[in-house]
């Protein structure tokens, strides 16, 4: 069986259990952030052992389940934990939930991960909104044939394709009133400056799972990275290259390498994860009405 049927054999057993109507809004979740996933309402619960080929993460605090129901009145899918290639994955198992999201006709999908901050000014448990990515993991899930059935929007699919706006500046836009609404001002960034309620940045991807050290920090920050990360850069190229427009979202939970006081831990990331995880399901119940109904405007 190729990767091809793979995918639509788990998008097909997902129509099945969802019965049809499958929401057009896509939301991952990242290390320690899954209270998102228990707002969706009239939920149907899929751990990913039971969805055909699905990679299933080993990483604690990563729960390994879709969710999919409505989130603040929208149809979502959430996935609650994905699968990293720290952990031994390829890259194309990696992307593997994202292609059987695009699979299912989602439109856009909503990226979140744990991120350690770069950028000064960054406190821990802050949200910042991804405006670009750099690609530092060495790899590009893109790699080997390409296979234009993927594509989930005419014109996609390509070969080549532009990445010049990976990360939709109409969702930010959407995303920063919803956050507004939320009451996020002042300490989440450069309200005073831009009239932003979140602030956005650069997100780096390092192949992990070693972290950083102060070293390559410095360097990263050099190159104009703001938080940095070991996921999210592969689904953002695969769901670029099927069309589906990208909104990323770091959860800020810890300084980066070299720039605190205390020595890294997953333990850190995990508690900080804990923290910030109730407001970003806030962020994501306000957000998911908004980007469903963008997409349900769309041809
Ligand atoms: N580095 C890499 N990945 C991370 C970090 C970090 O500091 N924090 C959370 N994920």
């Given at each position: 069986m190729t990767y091809y049927e793979q995918v639509q054999e788990a998008a097909e057993y997902l129509e099945w259990r969802l019965g049809g109507?499958?929401?057009?809004v896509g939301i991952v979740l990242g290390s320690g952030l899954g209270a998102a996933a228990d707002a969706v309402a009239g939920a149907a619960v899929m751990p990913y052992g039971e969805i055909p080929h699905f990679p299933h993460s080993t990483v604690e605090g990563h729960s390994g389940r879709m969710v999919a129901g409505e989130l603040g009145g929208a149809p979502v899918i959430v996935l609650q934990g994905r699968a990293h290639a720290y952990e031994g994955y390829s890259p194309r198992e990696v992307t593997f939930p994202m292609r059987v999201l695009g699979a299912l006709g989602i439109r856009a999908v909503v990226l979140t991960n744990a991120a350690g901050g770069i950028a000064q000014g960054l406190h821990v448990g802050q949200i910042v909104l991804l405006a670009d990515h750099i690609n530092m993991m060495g790899w590009n899930p893109l790699t080997g044939p390409n296979e234009p059935r993927f594509a989930a929007r005419p014109g996609a699919g390509l070969r080549f394709f532009d990445m010049t706006e990976a990360y939709s500046k109409a969702l930010r836009e959407l995303a920063q009133e919803a956050a507004r609404e939320e009451g996020f001002t002042g300490d989440e960034g450069q309200a005073g400056e831009l009239g932003l309620a979140l602030k956005e940045g650069v997100y780096l991807a390092t192949p992990g799972p070693s972290f950083e050290t102060p070293a390559e920090i410095r360097a990263f920050r050099a190159l104009g990275a703001t938080l940095v990360g070991m996921s999210t850069v592969p689904e953002t190229i695969v769901a670029r290259h099927m069309g589906i427009e990208v909104l990323g979202i770091s959860c800020v939970t810890n300084l980066a390498a070299g720039l605190g006081s205390t020595p890294l831990s997953h333990v850190e990331v995990e508690e900080t994860g804990r923290m910030v995880e109730a407001r970003l399901a806030g962020l994501l119940k306000r957000l998911a009405p908004r980007i469903a109904a963008k997409v349900e405007q769309e041809p």
């Open positions: 109507g499958a929401p057009r």
